[in-house]
């Protein structure tokens, strides 16, 4: 198996940056908005969007084996229905 190096250029490393200034933007502007219930869940995919990004490029998710992929994914998945049953037991309450 040959392995790849795990470099990448300057123009791909801006554009993070860019991208993660844009949604950082994004989110304080989302903040100054009155959406009501939906806030959190704005918040919530704006953070996930900002961690995905430095997840794959800072953390090189990107050239992980499959299964790293595949257990990074359930962990996730598993914490959204996790969340997803708090945000459902505080609003029955």
Known sequence: MEKKDHVFDYRTLFYVLLALVALT???????HINLGKLNVW?????????????????????????????????????????????FWDVGFR
């Open 42 to 86: 704005v918040a919530l995919c704006i953070a996930s969007a900002k961690a995905s990004l430095v997840l794959i490029i800072f953390m090189h998710l990107r050239f992980e084996s499959r299964l790293v992929i595949v257990s990074f994914l359930s962990t996730v998945f598993f914490l959204a229905i996790m969340i997803g049953f708090i």
């Open 25 to 31: 933007g994004i989110t304080v502007g989302a903040s």
